[in-house]
């Protein structure tokens, strides 16, 4: 019988682990597919408070397991594929067992939306990428494009400008979402350049990605933008599969949590991006964490009739 289960590795999960193990209740992280969850195809992070020069994704994933570790939290290279919520002990099914526990904390976060077109599919890892960090050096000296206009996609466009020759930034409107910042760096960027109102109806490609068919939203007008990769960051959607029907979710797939990360299932708390279609952001990934390991310790507490310090 586990005291908790933790459901993912992102910040939200290791933070969540750090707290809980801090409090004694030796909690079993699930890492999960992606290990570390999407800060770790983050080039760099500038906002993270500490880190005044900015930082890794992908080593600041490292400090925090480094951290939940050293209170004693376990590390386990794997997935939940089910979960029964409808009795308690809960079960979380994985893909080398299962595990009664306590209480769970669910902290499996959002995946890249694709755009759905022909040739998507059939380019991916053969032109078409999703993350700079993991696949930028596959396309020195080379033509890329990157879809959107977030600040994922003018973060990894700037990345992707240590190895292209050339990035070219499609959005479908005629201003982007970015922060101001990152807007004025890769304006000022002499290999980036923008086209706007405009999508991509098809790759295509023979063996790997060679051409984009764009439409302009304006005008209508379709045209051929020759390519040899394209890099896509349109948004993200929730890994809340395995939780419907066992948790309350909202009508774009999103757990609904309380102020204080409870769900509808006593004993079953929600953090970071599974929970958050807003903000995005790792600090409050982080935060909700916190919030969801401090609400199960008072959680058990209370099922063995202690005390909890504060209540």
């Given at each position: ?5 933790i ?40 906002n ?22 050293r ?15 409808s ?23 959002s ?20 993350c700079?960090?993991?696949?930028g ?20 466009g ?19 979402r ?57 948004g ?19 757990i609904?949590?309380d102020?204080?990360?409870?769900t ?14 807003l ?33």
């Amino acid at each position: 019988m586990e005291n908790v289960v933790i459901i993912g590795s992102g910040p939200a999960g290791l933070t969540a682990a750090i707290y809980a193990a801090r409090a004694a209740l030796n909690p079993v992280v699930l890492t999960g597919d992606l290990r570390g969850g999407q800060v770790t195809l983050t080039n760099n992070i500038e906002n993270y408070p500490g880190f005044p020069d900015g930082v890794g994704g992908f080593e600041l994933f490292e400090r925090f397991q480094k951290q939940a570790e050293r209170f004693g939290a376990r590390i386990k290279l794997d997935a939940a594929t089910a979960v029964d919520f409808s009795k308690h002990p809960f079960t979380v099914t994985t893909r080398e067992g299962s595990l009664e526990t306590k209480a769970v904390i669910v902290a499996t976060g959002s995946s890249h939306r694709k755009l759905g077109v022909p040739g998507e599919t059939e380019f991916t890892a053969r032109g078409v990428s999703y993350c700079a960090t993991c696949d930028g050096f596959f396309f020195k000296d080379k033509s890329i494009a990157v879809i959107g206009g977030g600040n994922s996609a003018l973060d990894e466009g700037l990345f992707l400008t240590r190895f292209a020759s050339k990035v070219t930034i499609i959005h479908r409107r005629d201003r982007l979402r970015a922060d101001p910042i990152l807007q004025k760096r890769a304006s000022k960027n002499e290999k980036i350049n923008f086209l706007w109102d405009t999508v991509v109806t098809e790759i295509q490609g023979q063996t790997a990605v060679n051409n984009l068919r764009l439409k302009n939203v304006k005008t209508g007008k379709d045209s051929d933008f020759p390519v040899e990769g394209v890099f896509i960051f349109v948004g993200l959607f929730p890994n809340t599969e395995i939780f419907k029907g066992q948790l309350q979710l909202d009508d774009k797939g999103y757990i609904v949590a309380d102020a204080r990360a409870r769900t509808n299932v006593a004993g079953v708390f929600a953090a970071g991006e599974v929970r958050d279609p807003l903000y995005r952001q790792t600090i409050i990934a982080a935060g909700t964490g916190a919030m969801a390991a401090i609400e199960a310790e008072k959680f058990i507490a209370e099922l063995e009739g202690r005390a909890y310090p504060g209540k």
